[in-house]
T-cell receptor
């Protein structure tokens, strides 16, 4: 079955600094990959998705991610952090060859300081 | 209404109570999911329904009983729960037939078992 690993449970940046959240995947087939954001006591909101089209994927709120097959990575970046970006971020992959559900990483909490 | 709606948003129940969580999606999707999110563990997939049929039960205890009467509604019936079942329960839906697998989430039900 497919899986994802998020490196770093907590990332802290200053406002205006680069945001880099790391995700590595394990998949026996070409993966569908996703990044979601969750604000306190809310559901998950899709930031962006990779579905085997362009390897550089642009999402909402200025976020983007690059699919690198050679590194089995799908890291999330944003050039300049904003206070409103403070939240928990989840990387996800489709469950399996016949599965439809998403399997999530453990999440990374992003803190942004002024 | 649009999107995925979960009710109630908050629920406190005793260990001997029986309660139900409700999820409704207005997106025309054919797959629905229950996830559990607790402080100690990452997002855990509980149940998967495709076209009203349960296609996955991720070793969930029998005190959790799902029901999917149609493609738009999903219930989670709860009975004789334990305090460790306290968590945020998230419902999601998707339309895998369109080969996108993107999941749309409700805002969750915060369950406290006392």
């Amino acid at each position: 079955a497919q899986s994802v690993t998020q490196l770093g449970s907590h990332v802290s940046v200053s406002e205006g600094a680069l945001v880099l959240l790391r995700c590595n995947y394990s998949s026996s087939v070409p993966p569908y990959l996703f990044w979601y954001v969750q604000y306190p006591n809310q559901g998950l909101q899709l930031l962006l998705k990779y579905t085997s089209a362009a390897t550089l994927v642009k999402g909402i709120n200025g976020f983007e991610a690059e699919f690198k097959k050679s590194e089995t990575s799908f890291h999330l970046t944003k050039p300049s952090a904003h206070m409103s970006d403070a939240a928990e971020y989840f990387c996800a992959v489709v469950h399996g060859q016949a599965g439809t559900a998403l399997i999530f990483g453990k999440g990374t909490t992003l803190s942004v300081s002024s | 209404e649009t999107g995925v709606t979960q009710t109630p948003r908050h629920l406190v129940m005793g260990m001997t109570n029986k309660k139900s969580l409700k999820c409704e999606q207005h997106l025309g999707h054919n797959a629905m999911y229950w996830y559990k999110q607790s402080a100690k563990k990452p997002l855990e997939l509980m149940f998967v329904y495709n076209f009203k049929e349960q296609t996955e039960n991720n070793s969930v205890p029998s005190r959790f009983s799902p029901e999917c009467p149609n493609s738009s509604h999903l219930f989670l019936h709860l009975h004789t729960l334990q305090p460790e079942d306290s968590a945020l329960y998230l419902c999601a839906s998707s339309h895998p037939g369109q080969n996108s697998f993107e999941a749309f989430f409700g805002q969750g039900t915060r369950l406290t078992v006392v």
